[in-house]
């Protein structure tokens, strides 16, 4: 398979809908949404929600704007999970179940 950012274009006027990146790329959407996945780390890939699509920021105005919202929407996904655990977070750690360096190891793991 070609890399997904191959078939995205740069800036916010330029996005790519999941049903146009299945009929370019020849994969289905759980596919592209898993390649997309793999390179999020390195490639800054923005999708608004609006059903436009993907697209990759740059440092114009506009694009580090969209950035903002979506790192704005998705950590609050994060914590919103997060929070939902602390219980079975205490549970696990009452019962010897779970360590604190446990978790800094496999957070460091995942490079977060």
Known sequence: MKNIADYLCEGIENPISRKRLEATTGYCDRVNRESLEVIRPDVPIVNLQDGNGYFIATEDDADLQ??????????????KILRGQKA?????????????????EALARRGI
């Open 66 to 79: 969209a950035a903002l919202r979506q790192y704005n929407r998705e950590f609050g996904r994060a914590m």
């Open 88 to 104: 079975v977070k205490r549970l696990l750690h009452t019962h010897g179940q779970l360590k604190f360096d446990d978790l800094d």
